[in-house]
């Protein structure tokens, strides 16, 4: 025992997902040690190795082969391997299915109804393979009128409810922020897999798990949405307020776009607030004794801590209000992360080393949870668009080399994108600001 | 049988993580025990909303639902004798969740080594907000302290005003989702070798982890990239619309909005120009749009495959035609509470049953888990009582 590959390494995942949510549930269960086999298509491959969102190439080089240096795919598809197959041909088609029989988990967050189109929905798999486990990252779920409607993250952040709730209270903030709901609705997924596979273990079935990334996002604000059926309220924006606490916001520091946050939650913390900014004979101004007052006289409050605040650097406020024991903490930048003394001590950055010639060592985001006994590491870079089509066609499947060499003249597989897909990758890069 | 019969789950909750990673285990049929402090119990029981706005720590919508589906006990842990039941109670036990803080759960002589002693296939899972170690494990936080720390505020809100924070308590249930995901990533190993392990969840480092560009964008390039404008978010009849045309749904968009002669028009030809010409866009999309409903105009973009959204407050929720048939909502009926609407399952397992119940009273299974699952007697729970243990 020991070994992180123990109890994962005979589990074979194939993951037929696109973006983000399914890639991230599938990464999680191939970061765990379990064989996870990505599936494109020359003619869809994966978009974040065509489009890659803000043209982000590793080094910033386009290379020989742009489409697998998109810096999104090499951190969203660490651990697994890569194949193409094209599903939209019979050959395709019954390839997938040879390998379905052999696998015990498909992962896909298609919109739904892209599978029955596909002809490889969970009845079809599940007639190939009664203990396969299908789970599906949908948009909606695979009921209801919106069934077949699609989205991204800054879609559900709209449609969930989040959106509602999270913005300033004077202004429709004509503003986006895609960052939670992908990764959330990977990781609960993911979770979902692991409890679909031990339901089959003491079962001995195969389940088809649908998840509605909406209803995921809109229970993640449960206890707000439930003051609607409660007291008929629709709860409202509060920018940085605060129902309970004040001060709490943030504040602007020197420098510019330069902030920290904060909060005092009782007097005590707002009586070493008033110390830590040499205003003593604020505590006893009968205006801000206990919370009450503070939340009543809230703008006045946050104009004595702006107008202290703005003369720090927001790292240095950070220091000295943590050490006085006010929580605080500077908004720091992507710059400032990748900088950031406490991420480095904890290990955070994911080094990967590629030998090959234009990729050499580069960092990864981490991974933010840590097993003691069976570690997360990254055991495989993000695979070459068909980088394992001999393995899993030869190996795996037992197809001679002339069959797969004719699979080759055909399309159904490659390494390659097709022309189509080549000419919407960019010729040039946004130049490097260093 | 549910995805997790037959699994012990005990819940050391304060910060609402631990509390979400264990009411998702009781979904799929965990047995969970929430053990709360003598007294006042979770802080949550003291945050709203509550029905009628009238607080009361039975009636705290923030506790029923981070707690559907857990038996509740009372337990002072400081004290020698709640140690020992403690201790007694994870012998039972194949998982443990708690959010008290770092090194907390070591200063009551109640750390992973000592616990694995005691239990080697325990799964030991901490949800902190920097994690256990460096130089910021100790810092005070708050959700907007995390928010700032983890990088996401920095990119939230107008490029002009200051950043946002997100609503509501989201990052907690998102760091309660890693934990949930990790725990579960662990039993499926104890269950296959008998080898429990720490489980350590940092939520700044999970919120950093779900950036979406930024550190690619200064790996990449040097770039600092922040909050910025959604050119795109317009005002209709009833509220606002929101459409996000990639590349490949300009045509769809144009055959939507009945102006196929968009299509190839030279001012909106590429993403560029489309939002280089923001504004006159906007104007024509406007005059097809502006006089039509939110849900409306949701609709029929959605049904051409359109990416878009509307900006649905919480009352759109509830009359979405989509929760409504799919019974996203449900009554779930409390002692004291009464019957109230919370969203439900947000994922159909085949023929497995998602579990629904309701939250527990404080204290309100002292009695049976003392005297049936651990052997104690009558007069032992009294006694336990009195001296303040439970």
Redesign the interface.
Known sequence: ??NEL???SKLRILDLSMFWAGAACAG?LGD?GMEVIKIESCQHPDPDRI?T??L?????ELGEEPWNRG??HL?RHRNKSGITVDLTTPEGKELFLRLVKVSDMVVENF?VGVLEKLGIAYPVLKKVNPQIILISVSS?????????????????????????????PD??????????P???AG??A???A??????R???GKG??????Q???L??????????????R???Q????Q????AP???Y?CKGK?S?????A?DDI?WETLCRAMDRPELINNSRFVGVANRLRHREEVDKVIASWTIHFEKKELMKLL?EK??????????????ED???K??G?WDRIDDPRPGFGT??C??????????PLRTQRRAPDLGEHNQYVYGTLLGLSEQEITELGKKGVIGSAPAPDVMA?IPKT?????? | MEFLSGVSVLELGEKFSASACTKWMAALGASVIKIEPPGQGDPARRMGPFPNDDPHPEKSGLFLYLNTGKKGMTLDIHSKEGQAIFRRLLSNADILVEDLGPGKMESLGLGYLELEKLVPRLIFTSITPFGEQGPYSHFKVDAIVLDAASGMMLQYGNPEREPLQLGGNIIYYRAGASAFMASLAALHHAEASGEGQRVEVSIQEILLHDDFIPVEAFFARGEDVRRRFAPMLLPCEDGWFYIRAFPHEWPRLTKALDLPELENDDRFIDMQRRSRNAEELNAIILSRLANKGKKEIYDTLQKNHVSVAFLANVEDLFRSEQYQSRGYFVTIDHPVAGPLTYPGAFATLGDVQWKHGRAPLLGEHNSEILCEQLGYGRQDVVRLRQLGVI
């Open positions: 025992m020991g123990t109890s994962n999680f765990l489009v969102q803000g982000l190439y590793l080094h910033n810096m999104i951190r919109r909606q779920g695979d009921t209801g009128p919106e069934r077949t409607y699609g989205s991204n993250a800054e879609i559900l952040a709209f449609t969930s409810g989040v959106r509602s709730i999270s913005d300033y202004e429709i903030g004509l503003f986006t922020a895609a960052n939670i992908d990764p959330l990781t609960v993911a979770g979902f692991l409890a679909a596979l031990r339901h273990r003491k079962t389940i088809h798990v649908v998840l509605s909406r209803e995921l809109t229970a993640c604000i449960g206890e707000i949405v439930m003051d609607y059926p409660m007291n309220r629709i709860p924006p509060k920018g940085n605060h129902s309970f606490y709490h916001g943030c602007p776009d902030w920290i946050a904060l909060v939650r913390e943590q024991g006010v929580p605080a903490s500077a908004l720091f930048s992507a710059p400032d992360l990748v003394p406490h991420l001590a904890s955070f580069y960092l985001k981490g991974r933010g949870v840590t097993l003691s006994k069976t919407r890069l946004p130049k490097a600001r260093r």
